[in-house]
């Protein structure tokens, strides 16, 4: 059985520039969608469906609540009263996010400083921590006391 040609079954040099230019158009528009969406990690895309559900008051268990909030405030308190020197000194703990700490608060010397932004560091949960424990003398002014200015073994 013979089969009969018509004109459609015919493949023309423009019907392959057309396959070529669409095969073209679509590797553009591929090339420009992955530099604006390349940017969207699974965890970029996470933290904007956690915020959205978030706004509409809808929240799931895994987000952030004021409970996660109050539980990691207690644990950094409990790891710097763990520290003989640093559980003397009048530091306040405060929590701005989910991993987002804020230190506050008056210790003796920049070591101190540092120590306490170490140990909080250290604790899981704790992504970034804002230092803000000041050293009196050095961050903060010394507050004058009236009277006189030398010592009375001075004086005479």
Request: aromatic letters at 2%.
């Amino acid at each position: 059985m013979s089969r009969k040609r018509t004109e459609t079954d015919h493949t023309t040099t423009l019907d392959l520039l057309v396959v070529a230019a669409g095969a073209a158009f679509g590797l553009l528009v591929g090339y420009v969608a992955s530099g604006n969406l390349g940017r969207a990690t699974a965890h970029r895309v996470k933290r904007a469906l956690k915020r959205r559900r978030r706004r509409r008051g809808e929240l799931r268990p895994g987000d952030w609540t004021d409970d996660d909030a109050e539980h990691l405030e207690a644990r950094v308190v409990d790891a710097l009263r763990g520290n003989p020197v640093l559980a003397r000194r009048p530091i306040r703990v405060r929590t701005l996010g989910p991993g987002l700490l804020e230190l506050a608060g008056l210790v003796e010397s920049s070591a101190e400083v540092q120590r306490a932004g170490q140990i909080v560091r250290r604790l899981a949960g704790v992504r970034d921590v804002i230092n803000r424990l000041l050293v009196p003398g050095v961050d903060t002014p010394v507050a004058v006391v009236p009277g006189p200015s030398s010592p009375r073994a001075a004086r005479g």
